[in-house]
């Protein structure tokens, strides 16, 4: 794969996990002078795992270790002060029953914002991170290993923080990627991933909520409102959770609806689930917004298979009327609309619309 730009300096953003040091390393061998650099956000590991992480200490000494293998300069940066933002908001969206995707706040504000306002002040003219995407002509596209692809989560970036991000690894598949790590001989080339949100490294999610915020309890019901149970908190719940509902309806019964307003959990079925489409604000475009409606693959989590659908922006909404009903629309949850493998842009879920 050639290097996108000549040789310059680049500030690597290293998490102390094998695709972050195969992006230093790859750069590196690319003639770019490459500085490393990692985020410190406040949370620490109550011990020390051989898991890939993010940002705990013990990632950090794995991410310096990788850095003088390599023989390149490398700072750990105190972001905590940013990092109890995105916490907030994360614990502030479970208590309005939203599900949030933190990791999408914190590329926007933090890896490809603090991160490049760092590369101005050392006089780089990139920023570098190991996601699993591509960009080609100043598009943003999926990346080659679609098991992997992370182009979801970078839908939020402006044009001009595309304009100075180098994605090195998003033409290659993680099992090419470990081996490019034997190769350099780094010392996390078998470290094991990590799905946990950085900030909550025990992975209870709940837990932290419950520390931060203020339960209350409420109704549950069903589709007909009928009262079912009481709940302990909507924050509890997230919408096609199926496990922990302390119900039983005679067959699968999972939460269609969180109503914050009345701090209710609706239950039904899995064909309660369903929506023909969904409402999207605070959409971001990364080519500009189109006229009219439009015709794009819309994939509404992380994981989600695209549904092909139509799209009509409403001024600062965007109405999406699926072909085919979709299953588990969230409020709070991203919506990226795709052309093939190019991201056109997207936007956060408001609400779904029933099938």
Known sequence: MVSPIPPSRV??????????????????????DVVGLFMRNGVEHATRSSRQGCCSAADAQDARRVADRLGIPFYALDFSAEFRT????????YARGRTPNPCIECNQALKFGRLLDYADAVGATHVATGHYARLENGVLRRGHDRAKDQSYVLFALSPAQIARTLLPIGALSKDEVRAEARRFDLPVSAKPESMEICFVPDNDYRRLIRERAAPRPGPMVDMERRLLAEHPGIEN?????????????GRPAYVVALEPETNTV???????????????????????????????DVQ?????????ATLTLDGDAVHVAFREPVRAVTPGQAAVFYRGDDV???????????A
Do not use: C
Request: hydrophobic share 50%; charged share 20%.
């Open 344 to 354: 056109l842009g997207g936007g956060w879920i408001e609400r779904g619309i029933p």
């Open 237 to 249: 719940f997230t919408v096609g959770q199926r496990e922990g509902l302390g119900i039983a309806l």
């Open 300 to 308: 509404i989590r992380a994981h989600h298979r695209p549904a092909a």
């Open 11 to 32: 500030v690597v953003a290293m998490s102390g996990g094998v695709d972050s040091s195969v992006t230093a390393a790859l750069l590196r061998e690319r003639g770019h």
């Open 86 to 93: 995105v916490v907030d908001r994360f614990v502030a969206e």
């Open 266 to 296: 609706v239950v039904g079925f899995a064909d309660d689930l369903l929506s023909r489409g969904l409402v999207a604000r605070r959409v971001n475009w990364l080519g500009g917004a189109p006229a009219g409606t439009l015709d794009a």
